[in-house]
């Protein structure tokens, strides 16, 4: 696999693959030197057009990590600002050579483009409301190490279906790691023929204890260009995930950032069923397992006892 664009570009097998390199890495972030030497001498560019807390810095600790140089740019305080193109900018990134370059933009598109210009490796950071393969990839990570194979469960996606790209990922990765998603929100932010993906549509939450994990998304307003619902008290109280409706056996994620009293409440938030937390632990190394598949090489075996693995020090 030379890019990651899609979680259309990944089999199950695929993608138990990129989870079983990151359980390996996740016993190097156990370690007190967190660091091993996979891709010294490498570069990373990451490139965020958008707003990121987790995604970008995730992204900067798993490469460094792995010991490349890494490069972050953000839109603002950068020449984008001055109107430089993308296919400008990449150009000009492309003067350093990078192996990987990993981009976050609002244009669907944006990161197929960057694969088709630069000779990088390119990992899609969320275009738009198209996909956000790596959220998924880190979704599925963290589910199978709170229940195991995901197989027959029962997965409902909540809330703002239509602004998210995560649910497109997630959906996809769900669906092909064997489970059954259904998505529950109001008709207006359920895209049409959504079904077509696989997974099954509620506009109520009356059926929302059959699930055994509840994934609440955020209300996009950036991304919303007219009212598509009356007020957010009124989505709240509709579609709101609450101690009322959460049960006790079931798994609650969110990808972050919470608006707190929209589509979560305090009290789940800080539940010990939130897995919410786990989600951005997982976020390194799932991300360290994605570089280190497209860099290293898919024929590397999967391992601890990989030479790449071995702390950096023993290799000096
Ligand atoms: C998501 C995103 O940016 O698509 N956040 C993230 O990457 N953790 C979801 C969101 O912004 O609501």
């Known amino acids: 696999m ?4 899609s979680i259309e570009d990944l089999s199950r097998e695929g993608i138990e693959r990129i989870l079983d390199r990151a359980a390996s890495f996740a016993e190097v972030a156990g370690r007190e030197i967190k660091k091993v030497p996979a891709l010294r001498g490498r570069t990373v560019v990451n490139l965020f057009y958008e707003a990121s807390t987790r995604t970008q810095s995730s992204f900067e ?24 193109s993308l296919k400008d900018t990449i150009q000009t990134l492309s003067s350093y050579d990078p192996a990987a370059i990993v981009i976050r933009s609002p244009q669907v598109g944006a990161a197929d483009l960057v694969a088709r210009w630069s000779p990088a490796a390119v990992i899609n950071a969320g275009d738009g409301k ?16 709170a229940m195991g194979d995901l197989d027959g469960r029962k997965i409902w996606i909540v809330g703002d279906v239509l602004h998210s790209r995560v649910a497109r990922s997630n959906i996809l990765a769900f669906r092909r790691m064997g ?10 932010l359920i895209p049409r023929g959504i079904e077509a993906l696989g997974c099954e549509v509620e506009t109520t939450l009356d059926r929302l204890p059959e699930a ?7 209300m996009q307003r950036e991304r919303m260009t007219q009212a ?9 109280e509709r579609y709101q995930v609450n101690a009322a409706r959460l049960g006790p056996d079931q798994l609650l994620m969110h990808p972050g950032p919470v608006n707190r009293g929209v589509e979560l409440s305090a ?4 539940s010990p069923q939130a897995l919410i937390g786990r989600q951005v632990e997982a ?13 290293a090489g898919s024929a590397a075996p999967v391992g601890v006892t990989d030479d790449a693995l071995a702390p950096a020090e023993a290799l000096r």
């Open 2 to 5: 030379k890019h990651l664009l």
């Open 61 to 84: 600790l798993a490469a460094k990590r792995l010991s490349a140089d890494v490069v972050s740019i953000k839109s603002t305080g950068s020449s984008v600002e001055k109107g430089e």
């Open 130 to 145: 198209h996909e956000h393969p790596t959220q998924a990839l880190l979704d599925v990570y963290t589910l199978r190490q």
């Open 179 to 188: 489970a059954d998603v259904t998505l529950s929100g109001p008709p207006t």
């Open 212 to 218: 055994d994990v509840v994934y609440a998304l955020r």
């Open 228 to 236: 598509f619902v009356p007020t957010l008290r009124e989505y709240a």
């Open 267 to 270: 009290d789940v938030i800080d």
């Open 283 to 295: 976020g390194v190394v799932v991300r360290m397992a994605v570089l280190y598949e497209l860099l």
